[in-house]
């Protein structure tokens, strides 16, 4: 069984920045090939944000977080982190970690995080 544990988040002003990180344990390259984070906002749908592959480490983003959010794992520690940069109010939400397979909708993913809360303020 997969078990993700995120944290990283908090309160930070608009252009800030921000590490989540998200440690996997009991997982192998037959449980899960690629880790993602996704983010929920109050009220809206579960939207993908970014996701990089254990093998080869390929990775894929969000449109709006291209240039600002960057995706990096450690195979050793089984960690993947997302560094958050120019930070602005719309990324506002809690942001989950996941695991499962290349793919950019919630139903890639198999195994989720409990989440953690990222508040950016104006």
């Known amino acids: 069984q997969v078990q993700l544990v995120e944290s990283g988040g908090g309160l930070v002003q608009a252009g800030g920045s921000l590490r989540l990180s998200c440690v996997a344990s009991?997982?192998?390259?037959?449980?899960?090939?690629?880790a993602g984070w996704f983010r929920q906002a109050a009220g809206k749908d579960r939207e993908f944000v970014a996701l990089?592959?254990?093998?080869?480490?390929?990775?894929r983003y969000r449109g709006s977080v291209k240039d600002r959010f960057t995706i990096s794992r450690n195979n050793a520690k089984n960690t993947v982190y997302l560094q958050m940069n120019s930070l602005k109010p719309e990324d506002t939400a809690v942001y989950y970690c996941?695991?499962?397979?290349?793919?950019?909708?919630?139903?890639?993913?198999?195994?989720w995080g409990q989440g953690t809360q990222v508040t950016v303020s104006s």
């Open positions: 996941a695991a499962g397979r290349y793919g950019s909708a919630t139903s890639d993913f198999g195994y």
């Open positions: 009991g997982r192998s390259s037959s449980t899960d090939a690629a």
């Open positions: 990089i592959t254990w093998t080869g480490g390929i990775t």
